[in-house]
């Protein structure tokens, strides 16, 4: 019986919404727009964490990166170190295979490791070229990286060892060369070697916001192959010929020796000269746990110092840490904008209860009617209650629709990464629904306290 009376009560309630059609819209609009910055908001900030898991995936866990920095062509820079006199020359190799060496044999706290030697070539196969980076590494450096096959195998030690002409190629390669052709068992010619081609990098999704410097770059378009292939059969920078020096000197009038390093290409010699003198592009190294870290960061960076002659030309990078970092920097700016949303919702409640009371001083007749026909003060508080719950929940299913919306609208537009939750839309919704309550009983006990006898004087 309690039921039909209160069911009676929101029909009331529902009626008086369609014929104030207008009101109510511009009522609910503070919620629908509350509930969209929500929704949209949290996508945002959704992604971001995502995306930094998925660079954190990418760089691969407890990972130090290890790069060199400038030096000048003849190998020496004037000393900064801590014992080195001011205004002393002192002579560094760059960053050696030797150096990833000594620190898997010395360094009880590394796990793997693999040297990295990049260089530009171009791809050909039956006369069609195509620019690629030829990237020598070990045969660990997928481990390090987590990156899988689409087909074939990574090259083995005995090829490793011996230096063999194989390697894996990138998604972008296989499409460009093989279109629907397994690639596995064929040759590409890259510069003037002919590689094997034994297995397929998986494509791998990759951001801009994604930094080398941390070491993840995109593979679709790299060669891999043997470290030790890449510097015996194409180009050893730590080399250098006689007949390159004798040809930099004849470039020079004879005055003054410039080292032009060897191995490739004479117009590809001469874009190395002051770029990169250091034999490797960068040592990846893998500490056993991720408490071992800085030690181990601190460790390599005094190791290398002296193995350096004491200069600093070198950076150690903890990629994980740096991305761990920028990951608290988003929750607080997360929290940040969820505390935006939610102050509109707040503002949209405040909306509704304004509403919701000039309509109680615009019904005072209608109230003050029911309650001479015998409508109880619970009646009128249902009544009203049922009027700002119901606008609330409108206004909650139409800001859903318009967060969605805006998301997609985000990602499509400005290329930012989003993520819809389930948590997100139950939350913004359970909280519209919450308004609703919470602003709307106000007016509604104020509506149930006013005198029927006044109220049809009124």
């Not at 014929?19 to 929704?39: E, H």
């Not at 409508?375 to 009128?380: E, Y």
């Not at 919704?429 to 006044?454: H, N, T």
Request: neutral net charge.
């Amino acid at each position: 019986m309690w039921f039909e009376r209160y069911f009676h009560d929101i029909l009331i309630g529902i009626e008086a919404i369609f014929d104030n059609r207008l009101k109510s819209m511009l009522t609910a609009l503070g919620i629908i727009f509350g509930v969209a910055a929500v929704i949209s908001m949290m996508a945002i900030g959704n992604g971001a964490e995502q995306e930094i898991l998925d660079q954190i995936k990418m760089v691969g866990v407890n990972n130090i990166i290890i790069t060199p920095t400038k030096i000048s062509v003849d190998g020496s820079e004037a000393s900064n170190g801590e014992n080195g006199a001011p205004g002393r020359s002192k002579f560094s190799k760059g960053l050696t295979l030797m150096d990833a060496r000594a620190i898997e044999e010395v360094i009880p706290s590394v796990d793997k490791i693999s040297p990295v030697v990049t260089f530009n070539y171009s791809a050909i196969i039956d006369g069609k070229s195509n620019p690629v980076v030829l990237e020598g590494v070990d045969p660990i450096y997928f481990e390090l990286f987590n990156i899988e096959l689409q087909s074939g195998t990574v090259f083995n030690d005995e090829q490793n060892r011996t230096n063999q002409p194989v390697c894996l190629i990138g998604d972008n390669i296989k499409n460009v060369f093989f279109k629907q052709e397994d690639p596995v068992g064929k040759s590409i010619k890259c510069g003037q070697i002919w590689l094997r081609i034994i297995g397929v990098v998986e494509k791998r999704d990759f951001t801009t916001s994604a930094s080398d410097e941390m070491g993840i770059s995109s593979s679709d378009n790299k060669i891999f192959v043997p470290v030790g292939t890449a510097l015996i059969r194409f180009k050893n920078r730590s080399l250098v010929r006689a007949d390159e020096v004798e040809k930099a000197n004849s470039k020079k009038g004879g005055g003054g020796v410039v080292v032009i390093f060897g191995g490739e290409d004479n117009n590809k010699e001469k874009e190395d000269v002051d770029k990169n003198l250091n034999q490797l592009n960068k040592i990846i190294v893998q500490v056993k746990e991720t408490e071992q870290l800085s030690m181990t960061a601190n460790i390599v960076k005094r190791m290398l110092y002296r193995r350096h002659s004491e200069l600093y030309d070198f950076e150690v990078t903890i990629p994980e840490l740096l991305l761990k970092q920028q990951q608290r920097t988003k929750n607080i700016f997360n929290v940040v904008l969820g505390a935006i949303a939610g102050i509109s919702l707040i503002v949209g409640g405040i909306g509704i209860m304004n509403i919701m009371l000039a309509s109680v001083l615009e019904r005072i007749r209608e109230i003050g009617t029911r309650q001479a026909i015998g409508a109880s003060r619970k009646d009128i508080i249902v009544q009203f209650l049922s009027e700002s719950t119901l606008i609330s929940l409108f206004g909650g299913i139409v800001g859903i629709i318009l967060g969605v919306v805006l998301s997609k609208l985000v990602t499509a537009i400005f290329d930012i990464k989003t993520i819809i939750s389930f948590f997100s839309i139950v939350i913004s919704f359970g909280v519209s629904a919450a308004v609703g309550i919470i602003f709307g009983y106000l007016p509604a006990k104020q509506a149930a306290e006013k005198d029927p006898v006044e109220s049809l004087r009124y």
